[in-house]
């Protein structure tokens, strides 16, 4: 894929950095002349992504520990304003989600997953804008779900979420785009990465789905390619966001015909 030429030196926080799509995000930046600033939990793996770069691209990539659902968590946005002196982008990628029923959900689990899925980047959001609006320029993505159009069974908590980031990131754009910031929402089907060991830990939907997985490095490279454009969304995979568009023209029928489908879980 062509290079980015406009991510030249610039400096772009991502969360979730640590492995799957964080990581490949992390990666392809530094290769198109970009300073990644990693954020996730595991400092042994954060540690050896910023081994990788550096060996790869001669770049040093800054990383910062954190438990996003926690308010020390958060203060690390300041911190990294403050150490880095200049931040150019935010990726919004630190996500997690649960298969389960309705009655068979946990509350707490679902609390866990607003405070990560949506509370979390609003958060994020609101201490880095300031600093892009000051610079008039910059790059705000948040990695949504396809399930944020198109709600299935077993995903609840995790489709809620998601509709409720996807509506932030449509508002967010307004507010914004006229000021000089761009806004991208990424709308994913599944993606093979270590996000079903906790959504799935019988393996029954990867199995269903196998065959339709995206892979992360793809995915990581088509949103770096468009970093620093005027990007409304991202969605992959295509045929996926098709569903989605007739979901909202003929819901009913959708889930009629497709109610098999929409059963994989």
């Known amino acids: 894929m062509k290079m980015n030429r406009f991510l030249k030196h610039k400096k772009i926080i991502i969360t979730g950095a640590s492995s799957g799509i964080g990581e490949r995000l992390s990666w ?13 939990r595991s400092y042994e793996k954060l540690r050896q992504n910023q081994v990788n770069i550096q060996q790869a691209f001669h770049i040093h990539a800054p990383i910062y520990i954190s438990d996003l659902c926690s308010e020390e968590g958060q203060a690390v946005f300041k911190e990294i304003i403050q150490q880095e002196t200049s931040i150019d982008g935010l990726l919004n990628n630190a996500g997690f989600g649960l298969f389960e029923s309705i009655l068979d959900a946990d509350m707490v689990d ?11 980047v609003m958060q994020a959001v609101q ?12 790059h705000i993505v948040n990695i949504v779900s396809q399930a944020g159009k198109l709600a299935t069974p077993k995903s609840s908590g995790y489709a809620s979420s998601k509709h409720a980031i996807l509506g932030y990131t449509n508002v967010l754009r307004q507010e914004v785009s006229p000021l000089g910031i761009h806004v991208t929402a990424v709308n994913l089907g599944p993606v093979a990465t270590n996000f079903f060991t906790k959504a799935d830990p019988n393996g029954t939907y990867v199995e269903n789905v196998q065959k339709y997985m995206l892979d992360a490095n793809d995915v990581a490279e088509k949103v770096v390619a468009t970093l620093f454009h005027r990007k409304r969304e ?11 568009k007739l979901y909202q023209i003929a819901p009913t029928l959708m889930e009629t015909v497709l109610k098999r489908q929409f059963n994989k879980k």
């Open 110 to 120: 679902i609390r866990n997953m607003y405070e990560l899925n949506v509370f979390a």
């Open 234 to 244: 991202i969605n992959m995979p295509w045929w996926m966001e098709i569903g989605s």
């Open 28 to 40: 392809h930046i530094a290769k198109n002349g970009g300073i990644p600033i990693m954020v996730a």
């Open 127 to 138: 201490t880095v804008l300031p600093h892009l609006l000051h610079n008039q320029a910059g």
